[in-house]
């Protein structure tokens, strides 16, 4: 099965503004679907339901406060000249997010997992498939934009299907905040 280790957006005033940004810019993009909104804090691929139970225990024991994040900004990754994603930044909390998905890495390394890039808070919200051409102008009337901020409580251990009309994901295991 295809697992990830995530952070959902739950708050829906920035869900709405983000559905309401989704539909503002003009760009040959997918939109995320709304309960797809998450941070992927490890991406972990095709694992075997042993070794899913494995990860389970192991992120068990992870202990975390709840913090709440902010978030401001949109971009494009790899750069607006060439975009492939337009995301929706971090401001407050980003650094107890980086955090979190540290902990994750260092729970489960020793089952054979680690990340194949640094881990940069963002929430990806179109999805380029054919080359557009440069979105600086698009974007940059929303490079200030604040959405809202909601508390983070709880990560989530996430299976992920691919279909043709796009992934669908479910919950294998929450694991909230100590407090």
């Known amino acids: 099965m295809r697992t990830f280790v995530a952070v959902e957006i739950t708050d829906q005033n920035i869900l709405n503004l983000i559905k309401n940004l989704q539909s503002d810019l003009r760009i040959d993009a997918k939109p995320v679907e709304s309960q797809n ?62 955090e979190l998905a540290k902990t994750v890495e260092k ?20 999805r380029i498939k054919n080359k557009i051409g440069d979105i600086t102008d698009e974007l940059v009337k929303y490079s200030n934009e604040k959405f809202g901020s909601q508390k983070i409580s709880e990560i989530k251990f996430k299976k992920s299907i691919l279909t043709p009309s796009g992934p669908i994901y479910s919950d294998l295991q929450e694991i909230k905040a100590s407090r």
């Open 37 to 98: 909104m998450h941070f992927t804090l490890l991406f972990l691929g095709e694992i075997s339901d042993d070794m899913a139970q494995r990860v389970q225990n192991e992120l068990k024991t992870i202990q975390f406060d709840s913090f709440d994040i902010s978030f401001e900004g949109v971009g494009a990754f790899p750069k607006p000249k060439f975009p492939r994603v337009v995301w929706i930044g971090v401001k407050d909390g980003a650094e107890e997010l980086v």
């Open 107 to 126: 729970k489960l390394a020793p089952l054979g997992f680690k990340s194949d890039k640094e881990f940069k808070p963002h929430i990806t919200v179109l």
